[in-house]
């Protein structure tokens, strides 16, 4: 079930929320129960076989967790085969038909599986992942409640697409939360404005991506740029506005989850980019992927291997594809490159410059990201870079340009903090006695997003339904 649909908005969230706040405030257990029971049906929604994948995680998780406790003997077995058994079905699920694929490309004859992916299963693993190292590291004792970890692992804003929660941070939340008035109010205009994210920006520009990706010999060198520009904004709007989404349910229910996006589009180099983009993912990789491996502190050579295995592993953490992988491989070049070659001579370097470098490489990234294949990857970069089979404009780029004019137009200030600047002002005005400032502080946002929240219905009422993107990861 994706927050965007017509039984999300009107029919599941308020009964969620009806049967969550029935419950006295007092009985926190009973909120948290009535959270785990309505987290398993979001879930289950999606086809009650799929379930098992989600509660097999969950068993093993608690289950692992105890058995970690200090002083035990063999724990770092105990943890190994803890990460196995819940690897065990994201491998399965994820990456049987690709490496199937492949052997079959170097002359076997291997039948290749039809297997539904569980949806959230890299999210929900991973959380699983941290638990289980940071029990076994001594950062956090193990949770013997398992509703309590259920709760954790299944929580349904963040669930599906993040952001990746650790422990430490949520379980706390669950036995000493207290929702408020002002939080819920916070929350659910949050929800309204990703909620627009998606539908009003990131759809629309879908269609000028799909458009150039699809486009074949059509393909020319203005509607390869236009389209792959349109997936920078359709990527972002729609990962950010789900995040928005789950961060502002994550308000009403007393439980504030961590941000996941910086305005990733101001970087000014590749490094700035990941520290700003999909932010509880880089953490969980450097945390428990790259610094378990040597990080930095050792030699040259070492370090290269550890940033080249953690990015081809970011990279299929993605996807299992070729693609995926090249994207990873891609953005350690890049990093590399900053780090050892380049980096200082880029320091140097005019802010509009380095700002153009990096939404360059950027854009190149996501051709990478969004091909269906290697070889479309490259027909689109080529197109790019004046090799287009089409020529240099077409009709069909100006009609896009045309047809989504306003989107456009709302999308470009939207990826830049442009709200923020104009927080900052209007905090600077009601602190000199402005009235107006301080009612448009009071109530603009609230309006707005009731406005946003219309336009968004009216827009899911008469288009066809669209998941959010991250959902096949």
């Known amino acids: 079930m994706a927050f965007s649909s017509m039984a999300f908005l009107f029919g599941f969230l308020p009964t969620a929320v009806l049967c969550y ?8 257990a009973g909120r948290s129960g009535a959270l785990l029971l309505f987290s398993l049906l979001f879930y289950a929604w999606g086809g009650l076989r799929l ?9 093993v998780t608690w289950a692992g967790g105890l058995l970690l406790t200090v002083g035990r003997r063999r724990r770092r077995a105990v943890f190994r085969a803890a990460a196995a058994l819940n690897l065990l079905p994201l491998v399965c699920f994820k990456y049987t038909a690709f490496l199937l694929e492949n052997l079959n490309a170097l002359g076997l004859e291997l039948a290749v599986p039809e297997l539904l992916l569980p949806a959230g299963i890299s999210f929900f693993t991973f959380q699983a992942l941290s638990y289980l190292a940071d029990v076994y590291w001594g950062t956090i004792p193990p949770e013997g409640n398992f509703p309590r970890l259920a709760l954790y692992m299944a929580f349904f804003p963040q669930l599906l697409q993040g952001p990746i929660v650790r422990y430490g941070d949520f379980g706390p939340l669950l036995a000493d939360r207290r929702e408020s008035v002002p939080e819920i109010s916070a929350g659910a205009v949050r929800f309204c404005f990703g909620l627009a994210k998606k539908v009003l920006l990131a759809d629309a520009l879908g269609n000028a991506a799909n458009a150039a990706f699809s486009a074949g010999d059509r393909l020319t060198v203005g509607l390869a740029w236009l389209g792959s520009i349109a997936y920078t904004l359709q990527l972002y709007f729609d990962f950010s506005g789900y995040t928005d989404m789950a961060l502002g349910l994550g308000g009403v229910f007393g439980l504030p989850l961590p941000e996941n996006f910086d305005y990733p589009y101001i970087a000014r180099s590749a490094t700035e980019f990941w520290r700003r983009w999909h932010i509880t993912l880089s953490r969980w990789f450097r ?23 953690v990015w081809l592993l970011t990279g299929l953490w993605h996807g299992a594809a070729w693609t995926f992988a090249a994207w990873g491989l891609y953005y350690a070049a890049l990093l590399i490159g900053e780090k050892y070659l380049w980096g200082g001579a880029l320091e140097r370097l005019p802010a509009p410059l380095r700002h153009a470098y990096a939404l360059v490489l950027i854009n190149f990234g996501w051709v990478l990201f969004r091909a269906g294949s290697l070889g479309q990857a490259g027909e689109m970069i080529a197109a790019m870079l004046g090799a287009a089979p089409g020529g240099g404009w077409s009709g069909e780029a100006a009609y896009y340009l045309r047809q989504y004019a306003w989107e456009w137009a709302v999308a470009l200030p939207a990826a830049l903090p442009v709200k923020v600047w104009l927080s900052r002002l209007l905090e600077a005005r009601r602190e000199e006695g402005g009235r107006g400032a301080a009612a448009v502080l009071a109530f603009g946002p609230k309006l707005l997003a009731l406005v946003l929240l219309g336009l968004s219905a009216v827009r899911l009422l008469s288009s066809t339904f669209r998941s959010f993107l991250y959902f096949q990861f």
């Open 21 to 28: 706040f029935l419950i006295p405030a007092r009985w926190r």
């Open 51 to 59: 379930l098992p994948a989600l509660l097999w995680s969950c068993l």
């Open 287 to 309: 945390d428990y992927v790259y610094i378990p491996l040597g990080g930095n502190r050792c030699s040259r050579g070492r370090h290269l291997l550890n940033l080249l295995a």
